[in-house]
C-alpha cells in the first residue's frame, strides 16, 4: 500500500505542475481514478487518502464492488461503453452518479428513460471519438454538436460536457490535436449556450498534455494503481 501512496502524490504533483504550466488552478482538475480490474481493497486505500469517486468500465464489475464497499460513501463514474439493457443497473445505484459514456442518441434516451423511473436525475458526458478509429465508441466531431442539442431535451440528464479517449501512442506529445479538438468543441457549445463544465480526457500515459489542454476530469487507472490483474 506504500506504493499507493507515493503513486498518488506523484500524481497528484504531475497534476499541479502541469496545471501551473499553463496558468491554471489544480484545484479545477479532479483526479478520477479508474478502478477497473483492481481490487477493493486498493480502492478503499485510496477511498482512505480522502478519493471518494471512482471509474469502471463494465456494469457487472461496478456492482459486485459497489456491493463490497457499500459501507463506504463511494461515488461511481461509469466510463465504459454501455449496452442499453445494462442502463437499469446503473440508474438503480443512486451512487453511480455519472454515466461519461454516452456514446449514440439511443443510448441516451435508454438513460433518461431509466432515470424518469427511477426518478432520479443523473449527470452524463458525451463521449466524442476525436480521432475517428473504427475501434472506437462515440459521437463524430462534426454530429456531437447536433447531438448535445437533442440530448439537452432529454430532462432527466444533466448535460455537463464532453468525454474522449485519445488513441494509443508511444509519445503522449501526439495525443494533444485530439485534446485540442474536443477542448474546440467544447467551447464552440458554450459559446451556444449550453454551460457545459466538465472535459474529461487523458489518463495514465498522456494526462499532463490533457491538462495542458484544459482537462477538467482526468481518468488515472494504471497510474495510480499498478498493473492491471
Ligand atoms: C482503463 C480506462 C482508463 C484508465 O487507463 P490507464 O491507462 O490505466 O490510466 C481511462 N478511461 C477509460 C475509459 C478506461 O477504460
Excluded at 52 to 78: A, C, M, P, S, Y
Excluded at 126 to 155: A, C
Excluded at 156 to 184: C, H, I
Aim: charged share 30%; glycine share 6%; proline share 3%.
Amino acid at each position: 500500500m506504500e506504493e499507493l501512496k507515493n503513486r498518488l502524490q506523484k500524481v497528484k504533483e504531475k497534476i499541479t505542475v502541469s496545471a501551473n504550466k499553463v496558468n491554471r488552478d489544480p484545484r479545477n482538475i479532479k483526479l478520477l481514478p479508474i478502478s477497473k480490474n483492481q481490487s477493493p481493497e486498493k480502492i478503499n486505500y485510496f477511498y482512505e487518502q480522502g478519493i471518494e469517486t471512482f471509474g469502471e468500465n463494465r456494469v457487472q464489475e461496478l456492482r459486485e464492488k459497489n456491493e463490497k464497499l457499500k459501507n463506504k460513501n463511494i461515488n461511481w463514474h461509469f466510463v465504459g461503453h454501455l449496452q442499453r439493457n445494462k442502463v437499469k443497473y446503473l440508474l438503480r445505484m443512486n451512487n453511480c452518479i455519472m454515466i461519461q459514456s454516452v456514446d449514440s442518441l439511443r443510448l441516451a434516451r435508454e438513460i433518461n428513460k431509466r432515470a424518469s423511473k427511477n426518478n432520479r436525475e443523473i449527470s452524463i458526458l458525451i463521449e466524442v471519438n476525436v480521432s475517428g478509429d473504427q475501434s472506437k465508441f462515440g459521437f463524430k466531431p462534426e454530429k456531437t454538436m447536433k447531438s448535445i442539442k437533442k440530448i439537452d431535451q432529454l430532462s432527466w440528464l444533466n448535460q455537463k460536457g464532453l468525454m474522449t479517449l485519445a488513441p494509443y501512442v508511444e509519445d503522449p506529445e501526439e495525443s494533444r490535436p485530439y485534446f485540442k479538438k474536443l477542448a474546440e468543441i467544447f467551447q464552440e457549445a458554450n459559446e451556444q449556450g449550453y454551460q457545459l463544465s466538465e472535459l474529461s480526457m487523458g489518463m495514465t500515459n498522456d494526462y499532463q498534455i490533457a491538462i495542458e489542454e484544459g482537462a477538467t476530469i482526468v481518468r488515472v487507472g494504471r497510474g495510480l494503481f499498478g498493473s492491471r490483474r
